[in-house]
């Protein structure tokens, strides 16, 4: 049996890097910050957010027709469609390409996708050369590890970090951190991997129906330098990607960046309808568990997700233990309600790393129950037994309680008695890993029942 | 079974029900270009997005670009614009152009292979449509030639009509046939990444700068 990702203790050992720890929950907040600022010059916010659901939610209870009338357009372009069940099938399917074409090096710009499919190690076995091209993503490369943010997948990285990292893996100069150095550098040290690639690949942020195209968002040109520079261009879509209409984009595209970083595009909104002169171009449809996920009244709203991170950058558990916590390729809010779709078993824990706040839910632009679905998974693992021992103990104890009014409001005033002149140490013990960073507030005279049943009697109601 | 219908079968197994009804999209104030063809139809439909905001389209779309790190520059004609980008690139030695107001040193009409452009400096290209909320201007295979040319070159200068320029991406998106070229992009001011520690940077691996000229084309040839 595979082990679980134990969130709680890989987050403990990012919080306990401080200065990592403090500067991840700047920057992300930050990126929040600038989000709400450019949302704010959006006076029709609310009812793109609407529109954005209502496309998406259309487009998922048809989606049938829609990859139908993909296909057949993207075909009638000239471009070559191959269709994946699961990401082994996903990866064999591109190797073939490749292979067809006597690929040895690959540039490939940022795709959630073929992380997920793990199509990088599987590729580098069979003996292709992939570079990622995407900044953050090449400095993940370069360190072995996952992305741990959607949209900037290096962003619980120090530049110091980065600095040791590339003065290792590049030959720059271990002294300098400062960040414009350190792009520099990468920009020199991919130039070269760009005119010598034999191939590109991307993912895509949104496929149209009615054109049969493409479109891909990034703020650094590395998918169009891919797609423009080698012969080859391969994409791989999840089939939930989908959009009716070219118009539709209009919605999306001036939600994406505003939710993402505070922009109001990306600097590069790239569209692409068959190959370009002189080129090839092939895209991968892939399942992997949303055909199934489809299928589940509680979760299918999940596959609405454009993948623009709001939710992550809004988190305070996400802030607080970083991206990397997760243990999978889709971290924060929008991971926690993915992944125990793909693996209940190994990331059972997860719709328990976080607090229910609802601050996601109110960010995600196409309208996902971000908060929600986290509570029904904690139902769902709950129900088949995988909940932890700790939690199995005080949930039935709190169950037992909150059940009968009269327990709840003894217990309610002997804990308060009990807050109020319990040594300190008794709080802020090993066995409460909520008074770890916290302390409590102070305790009110009365209980609210209390004060509530005072008044009452007073006015005479 | 086949991938393919294995997953549409699965798919239509499994489709949500009720079905959600398609939103019909209330487009913007779309202000009339009429510059070019390949464009659709004017938009007839309610407006509902607000315009540019603060008045004309023009000085707001100057003031989206510069927020995406691009800049611009008013010229008056084609020597101008000659004047214009040897100024600000006095060292350039290789410029190629893909419009007829710069000669360049280098023409992209005469580039074989993609690859042939990873010396270049400064290239020049028009695009046939601006969004203001947003500082893009509108490229596609046509209008670039060789569609490495705007993101291998380290500059990259950009003639505009300084009226072809339209409030918001509803609006372009209603004027444009995205599938008439098979690559068409929104280029927003220069490349950038916020990867290191959120910092902002230009230039990493696209072109360095992006500076729109305001110069409208003197031959019409777009006009029916």
Request: proline letters at 6%; one cysteine or more; glycine letters at 8%.
């Amino acid at each position: 049996m595979m082990r679980a990702v134990d969130p709680e203790a890989r987050a403990a050992r990012f919080i306990a890097l401080e200065e990592h720890e403090s500067t991840h929950d700047r920057v992300v907040w930050g990126m929040r910050q600038h989000r709400d600022k450019a949302v704010a010059g959006v006076p029709e916010w609310e009812k793109l957010r609407e529109l954005a659901s209502q496309i998406k939610e259309h487009t998922l209870t048809h989606l049938d027709r829609y990859l139908e009338q993909f296909e057949e357009n993207a075909t009638r372009l000239g471009t070559h469609v191959h269709w994946a069940r699961d990401a082994p099938e996903h990866n064999a399917t591109v190797y073939d390409i490749l292979q067809a074409h006597g690929v040895r090096s690959l540039i490939k710009s940022k795709s959630m996708l073929q992380e997920e499919c793990g199509m990088t190690p599987y590729l580098e076995k069979r003996g292709i050369t992939v570079t990622e091209s995407d900044l953050g993503e090449r400095i993940q490369q370069l360190s072995h590890e996952p992305p741990s943010h959607i949209v900037v997948p290096a962003i619980h990285k120090l530049r110091t970090d980065v600095a040791q990292l590339f003065a290792r893996e590049i030959g720059s100069d271990p002294g300098n951190a400062d960040p414009h150095y350190l792009a520099e550098a990468m920009r020199g040290n991919a130039r070269p991997r760009f005119l010598a690639a034999d191939a590109a690949m991307t993912g895509a942020n949104f496929a149209v129906a009615e054109t049969g195209g493409f479109v891909v968002c990034t703020n650094e040109g590395n998918a169009d330098i891919g797609a423009s520079v080698p012969p080859l261009h391969v994409a791989s879509i999840g089939i939930e990607k989908l959009i009716p209409r070219a118009r539709d984009l209009g919605v999306f595209i001036r939600m994406l960046s505003r939710s993402a970083l505070g922009t109001a595009i990306t600097q590069y909104t790239s569209h692409f309808h068959g190959p370009r002169r002189g080129g090839e171009l092939h895209v991968v449809l892939v399942d992997d568990t949303r055909s199934e996920r489809l299928g589940s009244p509680d979760f299918w709203h999940a596959l609405k997700c454009i993948r623009c991170g709001a939710c992550m950058n809004t988190c305070p558990v996400y802030r607080r233990g970083g991206g990397l916590s997760y243990g999978a390729t889709y971290s924060g809010p929008i991971g926690v309600i993915l992944d125990p779709g793909f693996d209940l078993e190994k990331y059972r824990e997860l719709p328990f790393h976080s607090s229910l706040c609802g601050s996601c839910t109110e960010v995600c632009p196409v309208k996902i129950d971000i908060s929600d679905q986290i509570y029904k998974w904690r139902r769902v693992v709950a129900a088949k037994g995988m909940l932890r021992l700790t939690k199995r103990v005080g949930m039935s104890a709190l169950g037992a309680t909150l059940g009968h009014p009269t327990a709840f409001h003894a217990a309610e005033s002997v804990s308060e008695t009990a807050l109020a002149h319990l040594p300190r140490f008794a709080l802020y013990n090993a066995l409460n890993p909520w008074g770890r960073h916290r302390e409590l507030p102070a305790v009110p005279r009365r209980t609210f029942r209390q004060w509530y049943l005072e008044h009452r009697a007073k006015s005479g109601d | 079974m086949t991938a393919r219908e294995a997953i549409l079968e699965a798919v239509r197994r499994n489709v949500p029900r009720p079905a959600v009804a398609l939103p019909p999209l209330l487009a913007a104030g779309a202000q009339a270009i009429g510059t070019s063809i390949g464009f659709k139809e004017h938009l007839t439909d309610l407006p509902e997005v607000p315009g540019c905001q603060g008045g004309p389209c023009l000085p707001h779309f100057r003031r989206q670009l510069e927020a995406m790190g691009g800049t611009s520059f008013d010229v008056a004609d084609d020597a101008a614009a000659r004047a214009k980008i040897a100024e600000l690139f006095p060292a350039a030695k290789v410029v190629c152009s893909a419009v007829p107001e710069v000669p360049g040193a280098r023409r992209v009409e005469q580039v074989r292979d993609p690859r042939e452009l990873g010396d270049v400096d400064v290239g020049v290209v028009r695009s046939r449509l601006g969004v203001a909320e947003a500082g893009a201007v509108w490229l596609t295979q046509e209008d670039l030639v060789v569609n490495a040319l705007g993101v291998l070159a380290q500059h990259l200068v950009v003639l505009l009509d300084p009226t072809a320029v339209v409030p918001t991406m509803h609006d372009a998106y209603a004027l444009l046939d995205v599938a008439a070229s098979p690559y068409g992009v929104f280029m927003a001011g220069p490349s950038a990444t916020g990867d290191i520690e959120g910092v902002i940077i230009h230039g990493a691996q696209g072109a360095r700068t992006l500076t729109v000229l305001f110069l409208a084309p003197a031959i019409r040839k777009d006009q029916p």
